[in-house]
């Protein structure tokens, strides 16, 4: 019987969902009679003939009408300021009638539906009353049910407080539904608790959406107390759990536009499942992303047989399993049997459960989700990105950092491939993802990997967005001013890798970086690979790059790349050719300089060119001061070198015509 109730519950949410966007027009049938009612909103004219009637009829209706207005802002406002308003005007009588309140909701227009909700869903002894007349202000002999629904549910909205659906009588609760094992009405309830989800989000009730997911992430949180082997063990026999997981995560798939709370709940889910083995380190990859050669090989190998898979989970934390491949391999692994322990082989139980499992993620599609993360609406999305930054710091931030590493790594991956996903709206969620990155950074003092992934994820995110938002470029650069607060230790460590990746980013990306401000923040880094040993090659690589042909030589950056140049001057680590190469790259800085002031005196006018002309010279006095520094260096080689370029730069001035600062000489000297 429960069975059969179920799926007539079913099919009247189905009926329901089926006509979402196609709904028909209520027949005349369907209308209300307000002739039974004799309140002040259900009086009519007795005759439009007689102008002595209708006119003082119409008359007194406008009047009534703007009052019931000032009424409805009250209301809606405050409930019971608006129903105190309304009887000091006369309106309602002086002691409220459940007849007279539940008829104003049913007739008056304007009123905020969620109130109205609210007030029949409350469990005082009047309010219960008012329901019961405002049920029964309705006819509705002659209507099919889903247009009766229709018609009920349209005059109020749900209340979104549990307490006040969940203690209703007659109320159907959703692990009410799932708490038979019975296959055929776990598929009803798996079909209809789609059906809701659709027309939830129809009418845009996020709150039962949320309570939807959330009463079916409950039936997957059993699990994660358990051992690994025993949770695989109990998911894979535990069909209401399979089935619940599956339909949280196509409801996420589908109607994610409406989550908002529920996307916590979700997230647990997910890294529940990470913690068991059952999904990739790395979800998912933006779309951009050029796949790493491993990564193509992980996708071409073969799916992992039940067996392999289950074993691996067996293997214990900490210790990595030695892979033999070859039959001498495998030969003498057989022969130091009695050395090793022998390792289990799952049982045919096990077997079935990893295979139900595999089967069940798979149709789970979860890298869809965060994917397909970019097309959600924006609040949906913010939601979605809190939850990944409350789950990451939690993690990172509790009171077991070695186990919970993992997945906050794993946490931490999802919040940047997300970023990167939703490139043309990172605006809206860039600062919050920049903080958490942050707090990442300046909270850790030993290299670990949740530190890498921060320092790189970041890099990553510069790389490939600065093309797409230009009013953020700034702001991308500028957070890279967090590698320059990393620990000593942090930076000796990433110091030669964080240099490839700016020598990468500024070859491929130096066309789209103009202001001070973007420049500041990578030649600042460039700067300090002079004085490390593994990193000054790429560094010196990388600021050639920029100086040497002068296409990236820019106003903004000219005396940052100069004072770059002169640190690797007169650094010890490298060798004198770079050293001279430096001065070089320095001295042959003037033709730019030359060209700005040219440029100037065409395109401006002659006030507007001298303000120019002495920027310029106040770059020129900097070039200048640089290499006089350099002209101390105890390396003969070097500096006589510097010698010679300051003589060069020194008459490249009457070249350009640039303005002479008063005491010029006593500053160079």
């Not at 009519?44 to 209708?54: G, L």
């Not at 970041?458 to 600065?466: P, T």
């Not at 938002?469 to 990393?486: A, G, P, R, V, Y």
């Not at 070249?655 to 006593?666: A, D, E, F, H, K």
Request: charged share 20%.
């Amino acid at each position: 019987m429960h069975i059969v109730a179920l799926d007539g519950l079913v099919s009247m949410i189905k009926g329901m969902a089926d006509r979402i966007g196609n709904e028909l027009s209520l027949s005349k049938d369907a209308s209300v009679d307000l002739e039974g009612c004799k309140a002040f909103w259900t009086m009519k004219c007795e005759t439009y003939s007689d102008p002595n009637v209708w006119i003082p009829h119409v008359l007194k209706m406008r009047h009534i009408k703007r009052k019931l207005m000032v009424g409805v802002d009250h209301f809606n406002q405050d409930p019971k300021t608006g129903l105190e308003f309304l009887q000091g005007k006369h309106l309602l009588p002086e002691k409220l009638d459940p007849l007279c309140v539940a008829s104003l909701f049913r007739y008056t227009a304007g009123l905020d539906k969620n109130l109205i909700g609210d007030f029949l869903g409350n469990h005082d002894e009047f309010c219960v009353q008012v329901l019961q007349e405002f049920a029964r202000t309705f006819d509705f002999q002659g209507l099919n049910l889903d247009t009766a629904l229709r018609l009920f549910l349209g005059t109020f909205r749900l209340p979104g407080e549990s307490q006040k659906i969940q203690r209703s009588h007659n109320c159907c609760y959703v692990s009410g539904f799932l708490s038979h094992r019975t296959r055929r009405g776990l598929k009803t309830c798996d079909d209809g608790f789609l059906e809701i989800a659709k027309f939830s989000s129809s009418y845009n009730c996020d709150d039962v959406l949320d309570d939807l997911v959330v009463s079916l992430c409950k039936f997957t949180a059993h699990l994660t107390p358990l051992s690994v082997d025993d949770a695989i063990l109990a998911f894979g026999e535990d069909t209401k759990a399979r089935m619940a997981a599956t339909t949280v995560f196509t409801m996420a798939n589908w109607y994610g536009d409406y989550i908002r709370c529920g996307w916590k709940n979700i997230l647990n889910c997910v890294l529940s499942f990470h913690k068991l083995g059952l999904l990739p380190a790395r979800l998912i990859s933006d779309a951009a992303d050029d796949m790493e050669l491993s990564s193509d090989i992980e996708r071409a190998k073969p799916a992992p047989s039940p067996s392999s898979s289950l074993t691996s989970h067996t293997t214990p934390s900490g210790t990595t399993t030695r892979k033999s491949s070859g039959l001498m391999g495998q030969f003498s692994q057989l022969l130091s049997f009695d050395i090793e322990e022998p390792r289990l082989l799952p049982t045919e139980e096990q077997l079935a459960a990893h295979q139900l499992i595999r089967e069940t993620i798979q149709s789970c599609y979860i890298d869809s989700i965060f994917t397909e993360s970019k097309f959600l609406q924006s609040e949906s999305l913010l939601q979605l990105i809190r939850s990944l930054i409350l789950a990451a710091s939690h993690l990172h931030n509790g009171t077991s950092p070695v186990e919970d590493e993992g997945a906050a790594v794993f946490c931490l991956d999802l919040l940047i491939a997300v970023t990167l996903n939703i490139r043309d709206r990172i605006m809206l969620i860039w600062q919050e993802v920049y903080e958490h990155i942050s707090n990442v950074v300046q909270s850790t003092i030993m290299p670990c990997i949740l530190l890498e992934k921060a320092v790189f994820g970041l890099l990553r995110i510069c790389q490939r967005l600065l093309p797409y938002k230009e009013n953020l470029t700034d702001e991308l650069l500028k957070s890279l001013q967090l590698i320059l607060k990393l620990d000593t230790r942090v930076a000796d460590a990433y110091c030669e890798q964080i240099t490839q990746e700016l020598i990468h980013l500024v070859k491929a990306k130096a066309i789209h970086i103009k202001s001070h401000v973007g420049w500041r923040a990578i030649i600042s880094l460039l700067s300090i690979t002079a004085q490390h040993p593994e990193a000054s090659r790429t560094g010196f690589e990388a600021l050639a790059f920029i100086m040497s042909d002068g296409e990236h030589l820019l106003p903004s950056n000219y005396v940052l790349c100069v004072d770059a140049a002169r640190q690797f001057a007169e650094s010890r680590l490298g060798h004198v050719e770079w050293c001279v190469s430096a001065l070089d790259m320095m001295a042959g800085s003037v033709v730019c300089l030359a060209r700005w002031c040219s440029e100037a005196e065409i395109a401006v006018g002659q006030e507007a060119a001298m303000k120019v002309s002495q920027d310029i010279g106040e770059m020129w006095l900097r070039l200048v001061q640089g290499l006089r520094k350099v002209c101390l260096d105890h390396r003969e080689q070097v500096r006589n070198h510097a010698i010679l370029m300051l003589q060069r730069c020194m008459a490249g001035a009457d070249v350009m015509c640039i303005p002479m600062l008063c005491g010029s000489n006593v500053l160079i000297w």
